[in-house]
């Protein structure tokens, strides 16, 4: 699951922001890169 929220994250991205998915991707890794990974809160 949280894979999923990382994919969700890119593709928001991507869609707010109108850039493709490699795009948004390297924007992802530029977020954890600056900031460290972040902690994503998922439910089982």
Same mark, same amino acid.
Do not use: G, L, Q, T
């Given at each position: 699951m949280p894979t @999923? %929220?990382?994919d969700n994250? %890119? #593709?928001i $991205? @991507?869609?707010a922001r109108g %850039?493709?998915?490699d795009e948004a991707k390297s924007w992802m890794s530029d977020?954890? #890169?600056q900031h460290g990974? $972040? %902690?994503a809160d998922v439910l089982a």
């Open positions: @999923a %929220v990382h994250c %890119v #593709r $991205y @991507a869609d %850039v493709s998915s977020i954890e #890169r990974p $972040y %902690v």
